[in-house]
């Protein structure tokens, strides 16, 4: 049995980690606040970016062949992938779902007799796909926590022209899209080729009501020429939201997990702290026993 003096020790250290995880808990929910602000304020607008391309697209009719990145290419054989994860760990399995998922895809994708280009934002992302022996065709790290437009604006340039140049056939993106801080979903957004079912699927932003009544709205200039500029606006938006989305899921996940560790960490304190209790009278008795046996020895 271990003896007081290291048990004591080992509960100074657990509970040298229960005040770093509470505190990490503590700002985590801060910064998780401030996150949910901006997705509260940000969503609305995403929606309306969507909506808004989605009946450009339908009022342009045939002409929306014309716009580049609304127009598959003839064939397929490089799909791109933007893995949306955190600079940081301690926050459970945010990070390394989307890994999976991003892997899961490639496979699917080489079953189809297709290859994959990387993407990855976050360190976390960027370090897993490059330790998998992937080549990464673009890294961005540095703002997962606080990510600004600019950056976003950065990653659908390199995806644009990408695609413009045909060195990508479809670009696929997968982030955590934040629920509440237990939970973060998976999402998984074609970013390119835009298509109808695209715009209309993203996020449940369809608008039957709104859709119908763009039908009797005239155009200045001409929805193919909108569409020229308000598509590359949305890819920018759309990227931007997942960036931001993902880090409201990071703080929720990472206050969860400090939480749970916290919490976890007073078990272990109980634990050793009836073990301590355990090894005192276990000392007591073993003195008492001692002075006995003194005590007969001298009788």
């Known amino acids: 049995m271990a003896s007081q ?6 509960i100074a250290s657990v509970k040298n980690i229960q005040k770093i995880t509470r505190a990490m808990e503590m700002v985590a929910g801060a910064r998780l606040r ?3 602000q901006r997705i509260e304020a940000l969503r609305p607008y995403a929606d309306a970016i969507a909506r808004m391309t989605r009946q450009a697209a339908q009022a342009a009719g045939s002409e929306v062949a014309r716009v580049p990145l609304l127009r598959e290419h003839e064939s397929e054989s490089n799909v791109g992938l933007l893995l949306v994860t955190g600079d940081r760990g301690l926050a459970g399995g945010f990070n390394s779902q989307i890994i999976r998922a991003g892997v899961r895809l490639s496979a699917e994708i080489s079953e189809q007799g297709l ?5 990855a934002t976050g360190r976390r992302g960027v370090s897993s796909v490059s330790f998998r022996g992937h080549e990464l065709r673009g890294a961005y790290t540095g703002f997962a926590d606080r990510p600004a437009y600019a950056d976003a604006r950065t990653i659908a340039d390199d995806l644009i022209q990408a695609y413009l140049d ?5 670009v696929e993106m997968l982030y955590n899209s934040y629920v509440s801080p237990l939970t973060q979903m998976v ?3 074609t970013l390119l080729p835009l298509t109808g079912d695209a715009l209309g699927a993203e996020h449940g932003s ?9 039908t009797s709205v005239d155009y200045e200039p001409d929805p193919e020429k909108i569409l020229r500029r308000l598509v590359p606006d949305y890819i920018e938006i759309s990227i931007y939201r997942a960036l931001v989305e993902s880090a409201a899921g990071f703080f929720g996940a990472q206050m969860t997990a400090m939480r749970s560790a916290s919490e976890n960490a007073g078990e272990i304190i109980t634990d050793y702290t009836l073990q301590m209790n355990r090894a005192r009278q276990a000392e007591i ?3 008492i026993m001692e002075v006995v046996a003194g005590a007969e020895g001298l009788a």
Do not use: F, L, M, P
Not at 5 to 10: F, L, Q
Not at 115 to 119: G, I, P, V
């Open 187 to 189: 999402t998984r957004q």
């Open 34 to 36: 401030r996150a949910e």
């Open 5 to 10: 003096r290291d048990v004591k020790n080992k």
């Open 115 to 119: 290859s994959s280009s990387w993407y």
């Open 285 to 287: 008795t073993q003195e």
């Open 206 to 214: 369809s608008d039957a009501e709104g859709d119908a009544v763009s």
């Open 166 to 170: 045909e060195r990508v056939d479809r």
